[in-house]
């Protein structure tokens, strides 16, 4: 059984910052990849970064350059600079890795809200 607990999430004024931390454990698939993903409400889900276990990310476009995505092993941060109300969101981390099947996984949740 897979877990992922994050923590971090808070109200923050803009211009701050916020540090998003999960922490995955269980049986993981040693290649895999990690990240986060948000959901305003009304909005869908959107991808925010990934890092797979290489060390490569991947950023939306709306972040890139100020948030930064890293790892150390099975726990993933999102450091998240220069907030924007847009930024607004729960903000989940996610888990998959292709083996067999794919397998994925996400935490619960963390609102993060950026007041203007």
């Known amino acids: 059984q897979v877990q992922l607990v994050e923590s971090g999430g808070g109200l923050v004024q803009a211009g701050g910052s916020l540090r998003l931390s999960c922490a995955a454990s269980?049986?993981?698939?040693?290649?895999?990849?990690m990240g986060w993903y948000r959901q305003a409400p009304g909005k869908q889900r959107e991808s925010v970064a990934t890092?797979?276990?290489?060390?490569r990310t991947n950023y939306a476009d709306s972040v890139k350059g100020r948030f930064g995505i890293s790892r150390d092993k099975n726990t993933v941060y999102l450091q998240m600079n220069s907030l924007k109300p847009e930024d607004t969101a729960v903000y989940y981390c996610?888990?998959?890795?292709?083996?067999?099947?794919?397998?994925?996984?996400w935490g619960q949740g963390t609102q993060v809200t950026v007041s203007s």
């Open positions: 996610n888990l998959q890795w292709v083996g067999l099947n794919t397998y994925t996984y």
């Open positions: 269980g049986s993981i698939f040693s290649i895999n990849v």
């Open positions: 890092i797979t276990s290489g060390g």
